[in-house]
Nanobody, 124 residues
Framework: QVQLVESGGGLVQAGGSLRLSCAAS????????MGWFRQAPGKEREFVAA????????DYTDFVKGRFTISRDNAKNTVYLQMNSLKPEDTAVYYC?????????????????WGQGTQVTVSS
C-alpha cells in the first residue's frame, strides 16, 4: 500500500503561482510513475501531468504546457507540481496518484493509489 498526502493548495489571483506537493509513504520502494489530476465541480477528473519513476520522462496535457512543471524527489518520496500563470479555469481539487507503471500514463484507471486532494482556487 502507498499513502499519498497533497499539500500546497490555496487561493491565488489570476497570474499567480502555487506549488503543490505530494508526499508518499508506505510501499515507496516500488517504481511508480506519479501523476497529477484535477476535478472541477460538475466535471470529470482530468489528467494534468505525470512523471516517470526516474524523473526523466514527463507528460503534460495541452492546457498546462508551458505553465505547469512536474518534478519529483525520490529521496524525499515527494512529487511536486509548480503552477505558474494560473487562470480561473485552473480552479479545481488537485489529486496526486501513484501508478502501476514506471512511465507516465494518463488514464486515471491505471493509477492504483490516490491522495485526498487539495483545493486550488484562482480568482479573476
Amino acid at each position: 500500500q502507498v499513502q499519498l498526502v497533497e499539500s500546497g493548495g490555496g487561493l491565488v489571483q489570476a497570474g499567480g503561482s502555487l506549488r503543490l506537493s505530494c508526499a508518499a509513504s508506505g510501499r515507496t520502494s516500488s517504481n511508480y510513475a506519479m501523476g497529477w489530476f484535477r476535478q472541477a465541480p460538475g466535471k470529470e477528473r482530468e489528467f494534468v501531468a505525470a512523471i516517470s519513476w526516474s524523473g526523466l520522462s514527463t507528460d503534460y496535457t495541452d492546457f498546462v504546457k508551458g505553465r505547469f512543471t512536474i518534478s519529483r524527489d525520490n529521496a524525499k518520496n515527494t512529487v511536486y507540481l509548480q503552477m505558474n500563470s494560473l487562470k480561473p479555469e485552473d480552479t479545481a481539487v488537485y489529486y496526486c496518484a501513484a501508478g502501476g507503471s514506471a512511465y507516465p500514463i494518463r488514464p486515471p484507471v491505471k493509477y492504483e493509489y490516490w491522495g485526498q486532494g487539495t483545493q486550488v482556487t484562482v480568482s479573476s
